[in-house]
């Protein structure tokens, strides 16, 4: 019992505090009914323990009251030891007594749910008033805190019924001046604006709501832009009582946005002025912004390309892997182009490419990384370096032919001189063989010993002519050559537009390159591209074509075909003979030259019949050899 | 035939020397040479009569130069000078000097025995010699006007192809021209033409006497 009562103390002090209530009532009843004994001499001994268990069964509940029973049932009997316990009177005291208090634990029962549920009851309707009440503090608060937004109802007929004070501090207009008057007032006095006031209550009446940016007045006469919203407020059956209306004045709000707006537009101008072309992408690659410059450029307009992916402005292979490399920027962060700047190749629109700058920054703003790429158009650049190049090209080309030009007169007077000695003596020898004597016979012997020795020296000379054209020496580099080739027919094709030919390369993509003396081939290619097109003159086809292959792993074949008459048999023989020219104003020595410095490259030069008639120049170049590994 | 005819070869290079004195020697020609024409000039007055073969290209003094000096001197030694191909520029001004002829190096036998056959008939029969180049100048004359020009534009040097397209004809009938040129004026070669037409002052400016009638005068 002790250990129990700790317990309960220690878990539930309210439960606790009725069981010990119980056992003091019962051991007060108990004592009285001693005090009493004299006076009732054992007769209604129970009696007196039904206000302990009524009074435990009121004050303390149904398990109080039931132990109180207990513990008066034990005492009252303890009252009638020990000579009367068995006898009939006492048992039925002793029931009567237990149905008594059963009863009255049931009725306490009763009477502790009944109160419990009405107690519940009280204390939930007094929480609902609390709570409505703070709701309805707390909706007055806003209204009133709203301090940017007029808030007000009106009647079913436009006549104000609220007025919160941000709507005063809007309009002007006190509470109590405003209350009861119609709320077309803030339309203006015009027939056309009160009729407007009366359509936008009609349209949120129809619709529910309604909202429109309207010009307000307020009291003082001056306006606002504001954003008006009407909302019809329905009953319990849909019926529309009346409306309630939101105004904010959206002046400043306005004037900022056109500020942003002008700012924006300023913005744009700048870039639509800048000379670069501007285009920004978002980190998947798809283009969001597009500048003037870009768009002139590429020649997309901007909406066309908007939401698409930059990949488009590339040709192959970046067009393919332009998202892998910004996946890889992604993954890695390590900046490939980013803050570098590159030279890449871009796609126009009309499917040309031009050589570009281009140069990227990257910007994180809020939640999205944008890169910014700036690129320059190289294509002027490039034309004007490649036109440097060709003006040197040409003058190291034009120096050498005009020094060609004085060497091969200078050795062309030369070269008179052995064939004058020649001549002389060989007319002398036809003179002394017809009397050839002892005396002539040993001066013939002379003469042609010197004869000899002339024709040497003539061919001396044309050796030094052909060493100096050809240089002896050679300053070999591997050299790309298309490249090669486009330089030179850049020189050898200079006015052939206008004569009606039209000249076609053909590359091999394996035919490159090649390891020569740049100049020395270019001579080759000029002088027998020169020739095609003179020898295609008189010619109703003109068609110039220089075409390269790989004949072998170790050489490439360059060929340069004419359209032109084509080459007599005999004059195939001596083609490359030195002096052998058929042109008019020809030294004879352009193929000869050719042949020198093809060979001088290790090469074979040959000509034969193009296919369509014509005359088709081969020469061989050596690759160079790869180095192992 | 008298005593043998001489002539004096001057050019700087051996081997011409040797061969041309070959050449002229096994035809019958007396020769001697000299290395320079201040080596010519030196002996000059001690020179028997002969005709002189004269390089223009030398170093020191050319041709021109020695064709000056011997007109100065006085020479009596008809001259014929030797040019390089196509060099009409240098035979012109040679020929305007007082030349008889000019031959083109290398050339045949036949050429310098033509230009030789001139040279020593001014030398020993001046008569026949003016004869020879009146009847040249009256063939010129009675040339057409368009041999006319093509006959000048020869004597300037020009090319085939440059005349025809200075005259609009194309190159067939300015080497039609030409053939023509050569039997109207009864000679064998163009630079025979140019003999005539420098010695009938084709090519000379107006007012000027032909060197060869300045020197008949004397």
């Given at each position: 019992m002790?250990s129990?009562?700790i317990?309960?103390?220690?878990?539930q002090?309210?439960?606790?505090s009725?069981?010990?209530?119980a056992a003091?009532t019962v051991?007060?009843a108990y004592?009285?009914?001693?005090q009493?004994?004299?006076?009732?001499?054992?007769r209604?001994?129970?009696?007196?323990?039904?206000?302990?268990?009524?009074?435990?069964a009121l004050?303390a509940?149904?398990?109080?009251?039931i132990?109180a029973?207990?513990?008066?049932?034990?005492?009252?009997?303890?009252?009638?030891?020990?000579?009367?316990l068995?006898?009939?009177?006492?048992?039925?005291?002793?029931g009567t007594?237990a149905?008594v208090?059963i009863?009255?634990?049931?009725?306490?029962?009763?009477?502790?749910?009944?109160?419990?549920v009405?107690?519940?009851?009280?204390?939930h309707?007094?929480?609902?008033?609390v709570?409505?009440?703070?709701t309805?503090e707390?909706?007055?608060l806003?209204?009133?805190?709203?301090?940017?937004?007029?808030?007000?109802?009106?009647?079913?007929?436009?006549?104000?019924?609220?007025w919160?004070s941000?709507?005063e501090r809007l309009?002007?207009?006190?509470?109590?001046e405003?209350?009861?008057r119609?709320?077309?007032?803030f339309y203006?006095?015009?027939?056309?604006e009160s009729?407007k006031?009366?359509?936008?209550?009609?349209?949120?009446?129809?619709?529910?709501?309604?909202?429109?940016?309207i010009?307000?007045i307020?009291?003082?006469?001056s306006?606002f832009?504001?954003?008006?919203t009407?909302t019809?407020?329905?009953?319990a059956?849909?019926e529309?009582?009346?409306?309630?209306k939101?105004?904010?004045?959206?002046?400043?709000?306005r004037?900022?946005?056109?500020?942003?707006?002008?700012?924006?537009?300023?913005?744009?101008?700048?870039?639509a002025?800048v000379p670069?072309?501007?285009?920004v992408i978002?980190?998947?690659?798809i283009?969001?912004?597009?500048?003037a410059?870009?768009?002139?450029l590429f020649g997309?307009?901007?909406?066309?390309?908007l939401?698409?992916?930059?990949?488009?402005?590339?040709?192959?292979?970046?067009?393919?892997r332009?998202?892998a490399?910004?996946?890889?920027?992604?993954?890695?962060?390590?900046?490939?182009?980013?803050?570098?700047?590159?030279?890449?190749t871009?796609?126009?629109?009309?499917?040309?490419?031009?050589?570009?700058?281009l140069?990227v920054?990257?910007a994180?703003s809020?939640?999205?990384?944008?890169?910014?790429g700036?690129?320059?158009d190289?294509?002027?650049?490039?034309?004007f370096?490649?036109?440097?190049?060709?003006?040197?090209s040409?003058?190291?080309h034009?120096?050498?032919?005009s020094?060609?030009?004085t060497?091969?007169?200078?050795?062309a007077?030369?070269?008179?001189?052995?064939?004058?000695?020649?001549?002389?003596?060989?007319?002398?020898?036809?003179?002394?063989l017809k009397?050839?004597?002892e005396q002539?016979i040993?001066?013939?012997?002379?003469?042609?010993?010197?004869?000899?020795?002339?024709?040497?020296?003539a061919?001396a000379?044309v050796?030094?002519?052909?060493d100096?054209?050809?240089r002896?020496?050679?300053?070999k580099?591997?050299?790309?050559?298309?490249?090669?080739?486009?330089e030179?027919?850049?020189l050898a094709?200079v006015?052939s537009?206008?004569?009606?030919i039209s000249?076609?390369?053909?590359y091999?993509?394996?035919a490159?390159p090649?390891?020569?003396?740049?100049?020395q081939?270019q001579q080759?290619?000029?002088n027998?591209?020169?020739?095609a097109?003179?020898?295609?003159e008189i010619?109703?086809?003109?068609?110039?074509?220089v075409t390269t292959?790989?004949?072998d792993p170790?050489?490439?074949q360059?060929s340069?075909?004419?359209?032109g008459?084509g080459?007599?048999p005999?004059?195939q023989e001596r083609?490359?003979?030195?002096?052998a020219?058929t042109?008019?104003?020809?030294?004879g020595?352009?193929l000869?030259i050719?042949?020198t410095?093809?060979?001088a490259?290790?090469g074979?030069?040959?000509?034969?019949r193009?296919d369509g008639?014509g005359?088709?120049?081969?020469?061989?170049?050596?690759?160079p050899?790869?180095?192992p590994? | 035939?008298m005593t043998?005819?001489?002539v004096?070869?001057?050019?700087d290079?051996?081997?011409?020397r040797?061969?041309?004195?070959?050449?002229?020697?096994v035809?019958?020609?007396e020769?001697?040479t000299f290395?320079?024409g201040?080596s010519?000039?030196?002996?000059?007055k001690a020179l028997?009569?002969?005709?002189i073969?004269l390089?223009?290209?030398?170093?020191?003094m050319?041709g021109?130069?020695?064709?000056?000096?011997l007109?100065?001197?006085?020479s009596?030694h008809?001259?014929v000078?030797?040019t390089g191909?196509?060099d009409?520029?240098?035979?012109?001004a040679a020929?305007?000097?007082?030349?008889i002829?000019f031959?083109e190096k290398?050339?045949?036998k036949i050429?310098?025995n033509?230009?030789?056959?001139?040279?020593?008939?001014?030398?020993?029969r001046?008569?026949?010699?003016?004869?020879?180049?009146?009847?040249?100048?009256?063939?010129v004359?009675?040339?057409?006007?368009?041999?006319?020009?093509?006959?000048?534009?020869?004597?300037?040097g020009?090319?085939?192809?440059?005349?025809?397209a200075e005259?609009?004809?194309?190159?067939?009938?300015?080497?039609?021209l030409?053939?023509?040129?050569l039997s109207?004026?009864?000679?064998e070669?163009i630079t025979?033409?140019?003999?005539?037409?420098?010695?009938a002052?084709?090519?000379?400016?107006?007012?000027?006497?032909t060197s060869?009638?300045?020197?008949?005068?004397?």
């Open positions: 002790g129990r009562r317990e309960s103390a220690k878990r002090m309210g439960r606790s009725g069981y010990f209530l003091a051991t007060a004592v009285l009914r001693l009493l004994e004299s006076l009732l001499d054992g209604v001994r129970f009696l007196i323990f039904v206000v302990p268990v009524l009074f435990c004050a509940g149904r398990g109080p009251a132990l029973a207990i513990l008066s049932l034990g005492a009252g009997l303890a009252l009638f030891l020990p000579e009367r068995g006898t009939v009177p006492v048992l039925v005291e002793a007594f149905i208090s009863f009255i634990v049931w009725i306490a029962g009763r009477f502790a749910s009944e109160k419990r009405s107690e519940w009851h009280r204390l309707a007094e929480d609902e008033a709570r409505a009440h703070r309805g707390e909706l007055r806003m209204l009133e805190g709203a301090t940017h937004y007029a808030i007000f109802t009106t009647d079913i007929e436009g006549r104000i019924t609220t919160n941000a709507a309009f002007g207009w006190s509470e109590a405003i209350l009861g119609d709320c077309a007032i203006g006095q015009e027939r056309a009729e006031a009366a359509a936008d209550l009609g349209s949120a009446f129809d619709s529910g709501r309604f909202s429109d940016e010009w307000q307020r009291k003082d006469g306006e832009l504001a954003d008006v009407i019809a407020l329905k009953g059956e849909g529309v009582r009346s409306f309630g939101m105004v904010h004045d959206v002046t400043d709000r004037a900022a946005e056109r500020a942003l707006e002008k700012r924006e537009q300023h913005l744009q101008s700048i870039l002025t670069d072309a501007m285009i978002d980190e998947r690659g283009m969001i912004s597009f500048s410059a870009a768009e002139r997309y307009a901007e909406a066309d390309v939401g698409r992916n930059v990949s488009m402005l590339m040709p192959n292979p970046d067009r393919e332009h998202d490399y910004l996946q890889r920027y992604l993954d890695t962060r390590i900046p490939h182009i980013i803050g570098i700047g590159r030279i890449v871009g796609l126009r629109a009309d499917g040309s490419t031009f050589p570009m700058k140069s920054g990257e994180l809020e939640d999205q990384r944008l890169f910014t700036f690129v320059q190289l294509t002027e650049r490039k034309d370096e490649a036109r440097l190049e060709q003006l040197k040409e003058l190291i034009v120096s050498r032919l020094a060609m030009g060497m091969a007169s200078t050795l007077h030369e070269l008179n001189q052995p064939l004058t000695a020649i001549a002389s003596y060989a007319e002398a020898a036809g003179d002394l009397d050839p004597d002539n040993a001066i013939l012997r002379e003469a042609f010993s010197d004869l000899v020795a002339q024709s040497l020296r061919g000379i050796r030094r002519l052909r100096f054209v050809a002896g020496e050679t300053a580099s591997v050299e790309d050559l298309p490249a090669l080739i486009n030179a027919s850049a094709l006015g537009r206008e004569r009606g000249a076609n390369f053909h091999a993509p394996d490159t090649v390891l020569v003396d740049k100049v081939i080759v290619l000029i027998l591209m020169r020739n097109i003179e020898a295609m010619c109703p086809a003109r068609k110039l074509s292959s790989l004949i170790a050489t490439v360059v340069v075909a004419d359209t008459p080459i007599s005999e004059m083609l490359f003979e030195a002096f020219s042109k008019s104003n020809g030294m020595l352009g000869s050719c042949r410095i093809v060979e490259h290790g074979r030069i040959r000509a034969v193009a008639g005359t088709e120049f081969q020469f061989t170049l050596a690759r050899t790869m180095e590994g | 035939m043998k005819r001489m004096y070869i001057v050019d290079e051996e081997a011409i040797r061969s041309c004195t070959l050449m002229l020697r035809q019958g020609y020769v001697a290395e320079s201040v010519l000039l030196n002996v000059l028997a009569p002969g005709c073969l390089d223009v290209r030398m170093p020191e050319d021109i130069e020695v064709q000056k000096a007109n100065i001197e006085g009596l008809p001259v000078v030797m191909h196509g009409v520029g240098t035979a012109a020929l305007r000097e007082g030349a002829a031959i290398p050339f045949s050429t310098v033509r230009a030789l056959h001139l040279a020593f008939l001014k030398l020993e001046p008569h026949d010699y003016l004869a020879h180049i009146e009847a040249a100048a009256c063939a004359a009675s040339l057409s006007e368009e041999q006319k020009i093509v006959l000048a534009k020869l004597a300037e020009k090319s085939n192809e440059a005349m025809a005259m609009g004809v194309d190159m067939a009938a300015v080497e039609m030409r053939a023509r040129l109207e004026l009864k000679v070669s025979e033409v140019l003999w005539i037409a420098f010695a002052g084709v090519g000379r400016q107006a007012g000027e006497t060869f009638s300045r020197d008949l005068n004397i």
